[in-house]
C-alpha cells in the first residue's frame, strides 16, 4: 500500500470519525459538517439495557491523486445504567474499505470504538468519565479524537473546570487518527495528552483558558523524529442579538522536536488562531450566512522542515494541531504555515412545507482564499501539486454540501469541492475535485 492510499485511507476515517461524534454540538465548523450524525435517542429512561447502532456506506472520490474509495462502516452500541446517572457504554466497530488508486486495495477492521464508564453527581454539575472515549478540548480545533482515560468536568456559579487524561498507544495502527510521524505510520501513535479547560460563562457569553500538553512515547532508534508539545490558549464564545453567534480561539505553543537524521532536538515556538462568526436569520428557508479566519504559523525554512513533527535545525514554528481542521475539500489543509479565510451561506429550502421527507434538506456552500504565512515553508495538505518558490498564493477553495434527514434513522450527505491552485504551485499544476457521498441508516 502506497503512501497514497493510506492518506486517503485515514482522511476516510476521520470523516466517519466526525460522523460518530456528534460534530454539530461541538466544532467551530458545525455549520459545515461533512456528514450527518447518526439518529440517537435523545431520551433514556434510568434503568436497563439499551441496544443500537447505525452503519454509514461512503463513496468518495479525488481527481488530483485520480483515485476512488468506497468504505462501509458498522457500528453497534449497547448502554447498561447502573444506577440513576450512572452507566456503562460500549461500542463496536466494522469498517470495509476498498480503495483504487493503480491498483485496488482492500481493508477490513474491526475494533472496539468505545468502552467507558460515566457518572454524573449532584444535579449533573460533577461528571466523571473513564475508558476509552473521545476526548475534546474547547471547539475541537486543538484536540477531538478517541483515547482511553479519564475526564472530570465540574460545573458551578463560579468556574467551570474541564480536566483529562488520554493515552493513544493501545489504539489500533490502521484506526489511530493521531498520525504525525512516520513512526506514528509504521507503529501506531504513541501519545500521552493531558490538560483542560477553566472558564466561566456570563450573559450568554463565555470565556475559558486552556492548557495541555503532548507527549510523544514512540521509539527514537531508527528512522524516527518525536514531536512533545504544551499548548497554552484562550476561547471565547457566546450568542449576540439578532441571531448572531461566535467562537473564536488563540493557542500558543512550545516543547521540543527530535529528528533522528541529525540527532537534532529543536525548540517549538508556534502560534494558531482560528475565529468564526454566525448570522442566522429568522426568516423563511432560515438562511445562515458566516465568516471565517484561520491562522497557523509555518516554519523558518522549507529546506528545515520535514513536515513531520521533526526538524533538522533552527526553531521549528510549524504549528501542528490533533483536532478537527475542516478548511476545504479540495485542498484540505492542515493549519501550519496556513492563512485562510471563509465566507459561506446554508438554508433550508423545505423547512416551511408540510412535506415532512423533505423538511430535513440542508444546502450549504462556502469560498476559501488560501495563503502561506512564510513563503519558503511548504504547504501541508492532502493536495500534492509541486510548488513553487518565492510565491505565497496558494489558491482558492469552492465547496457544496447536502445534508438530507429523510427520516429520523436515515439521512443522506453530499460534498464537492474544486481546489484551484495559486502562484504557489507550478504553472502547470491541475485543479483538483473532491466528490463524498454516502448514507446512514441507523437501527
Known amino acids: 500500500m502506497n ?23 461541538s466544532d467551530a465548523d458545525s455549520a ?6 447518526p439518529h440517537i435517542p435523545s431520551s433514556f429512561s434510568n434503568k436497563g439495557i439499551q441496544l443500537g447502532g447505525w452503519t454509514a456506506p461512503v463513496y468518495f472520490s479525488d481527481s488530483e491523486s ?37 491498483t485496488a486495495t482492500t481493508i477490513n477492521m474491526i475494533d472496539l470504538d468505545l468502552a467507558m464508564l460515566d457518572s454524573r453527581f449532584f444535579n449533573e454539575s460533577l461528571r466523571f468519565s473513564v475508558g476509552r472515549k473521545y476526548f475534546l478540548v474547547g471547539s475541537g480545533f486543538l484536540l477531538n479524537g478517541r483515547g482511553d482515560g479519564a475526564q472530570l468536568e465540574w460545573y458551578n456559579s463560579i468556574l467551570n473546570i474541564d480536566l483529562f487524561g488520554s493515552y493513544t498507544g493501545l489504539l489500533q495502527k490502521d484506526d489511530n487518527p493521531y498520525n504525525l510521524s ?7 501513535a504513541k501519545r500521552l495528552f493531558a490538560g483542560g ?3 466561566q460563562t456570563f450573559f450568554n457569553q463565555s470565556i475559558s483558558l486552556i492548557g495541555m500538553m503532548q507527549k510523544d512515547f514512540s521509539s527514537k532508534t531508527g528512522n524516527a523524529n518525536h514531536y512533545d508539545s504544551n499548548y497554552f490558549g484562550i476561547s471565547l464564545r457566546g450568542f449576540l442579538p439578532k441571531g448572531f453567534d461566535y467562537i473564536g480561539e488563540v493557542f500558543y505553543s512550545n516543547g521540543s522536536t ?26 423563511i428557508t432560515l438562511p445562515m450566512l458566516t465568516l471565517q479566519y484561520a491562522y497557523g504559523s509555518g516554519g523558518e525554512g522549507g529546506e528545515n522542515n520535514t513536515g513531520t513533527g521533526g526538524k533538522l535545525s533552527g526553531t521549528d514554528s510549524q504549528f501542528f494541531t490533533f483536532g478537527t481542521f475542516l478548511a476545504g475539500y479540495g485542498l484540505r489543509p492542515t493549519i501550519g504555515n496556513l492563512h485562510v479565510a471563509r465566507a459561506g451561506f446554508a438554508l433550508s429550502p423545505f423547512e416551511s412545507t408540510g412535506v415532512s421527507i423533505i423538511r430535513g434538506l440542508n444546502i450549504l456552500a462556502r469560498y476559501s482564499y488560501y495563503m502561506k504565512d512564510k513563503v519558503e515553508a511548504p504547504v501541508g495538505s492532502f493536495y500534492s501539486g509541486e510548488e513553487k518558490a518565492g510565491e505565497s ?17 436515515v439521512a443522506f450527505f453530499a460534498n464537492y469541492g474544486l481546489f484551484l491552485p495559486g502562484a504557489a504551485y507550478e504553472d502547470n499544476a491541475k485543479n483538483n475535485t473532491f466528490l463524498m457521498f454516502g448514507m446512514n441508516f441507523s437501527y
Open 258 to 283: 527530535y529528528n533522528s537524521s541529525n540527532n537534532n532536538t529543536a525548540d517549538i515556538s508556534a502560534m494558531a488562531a482560528i475565529a468564526t462568526v454566525n448570522w442566522n436569520i429568522n426568516v
Open 182 to 188: 512516520g513512526r506514528d505510520y509504521t507503529d501506531g
Open 197 to 199: 479547560t477553566i472558564g
Open 32 to 37: 459545515f459538517p461533512d456528514v450527518l450524525s
Open 66 to 102: 485520480d483515485s476512488w474509495s468506497f468504505s462501509n462502516t458498522l457500528r453497534s452500541w449497547g448502554r447498561v445504567f447502573l444506577w440513576d446517572n450512572s452507566f456503562i457504554y460500549a461500542r463496536g466497530k466494522y469498517t470495509f474499505t476498498r480503495t483504487e488508486q493503480d
Open 3 to 25: 503512501f497514497k492510499n493510506i492518506k486517503l485511507i485515514l482522511l476516510l476515517g476521520t470523516l466517519l470519525l466526525i460522523a460518530s461524534t456528534a460534530l454539530a454540538q
Open 393 to 409: 498564493f496558494i489558491g482558492q477553495g469552492i465547496d457544496v454540501s447536502m445534508r438530507w434527514r429523510m427520516y429520523s434513522d
